[in-house]
């Protein structure tokens, strides 16, 4: 019974080890995924105001 304990718990220890893991690496993913978003608003920011810009000096 002690030994069988003994699995669960190295089981139970394994299985919290993965889902922190793939939290982690999805955690990353997302993060990546957000920075292209805010590159690409800046981008698109930037080039609007330039158009913007040269319109108004005309």
Do not use: N
């Not at 990353?28 to 608003?41: Q, R």
């Amino acid at each position: 019974m002690e030994r069988f304990s003994a699995r669960a718990m190295d089981a139970l220890v394994w299985v919290v080890f993965v889902v922190l893991f793939v939290g982690a690496a999805l955690l990353v993913k997302v993060a990546a995924a957000l920075l292209v978003v805010l590159v690409v608003l800046a981008l698109l920011l930037g080039l609007t105001l330039r158009v913007l810009r040269r319109r108004r000096t005309r």
